[in-house]
């Protein structure tokens, strides 16, 4: 059974920062593309960055600059390392893995994460 499973997430005040780490119990991590994805309030959900098997990575316009994303093969894991946090960062934050090859996608339950003063 797959599982991602998020943590690090929190209250954090405007201009601080927070890492968010997923777990994945997947076989064959190396091969996935890993992302983060928000859905705000009232919103939809959104990707915040992706970092594919051979560590290229995209942003989503909104966190460019601000984020970074990183992986670790050995240890199954992913990172989004939030600076600058703005209130609009207000999110719940949902790990993601992706094979397209394979057609398989897998998500974590999520994770508040609330920018407030």
């Known amino acids: 059974q797959v599982q991602l499973v998020e943590s690090g997430g929190g209250l954090v005040q405007p201009g601080g920062s927070l890492r968010l780490s997923c777990a994945a119990s997947?076989?064959?991590?190396?091969?996935?593309?890993m992302g983060w994805y928000r859905q705000g309030p009232g919103k939809q959900r959104e990707l915040v960055a992706g970092?594919?098997?051979?560590?290229?990575?995209n942003y989503g316009d909104s966190v460019k600059d601000r984020f970074i994303i990183s992986r670790d093969n050995a240890k199954k894991m992913v990172y989004l390392q939030m600076n600058s946090l703005k209130p609009e960062d207000t999110a719940v934050y949902y790990c993601?893995?992706?094979?397209?090859?394979?057609?398989?996608?897998?998500w974590g339950q999520g994770i508040q994460v609330t920018v407030s003063s």
């Open positions: 997947v076989t064959s991590f190396s091969m996935y593309t």
């Open positions: 993601n893995a992706e094979r397209t090859t394979w057609a398989l996608n897998y």
């Open positions: 970092i594919t098997s051979g560590g290229n990575t």
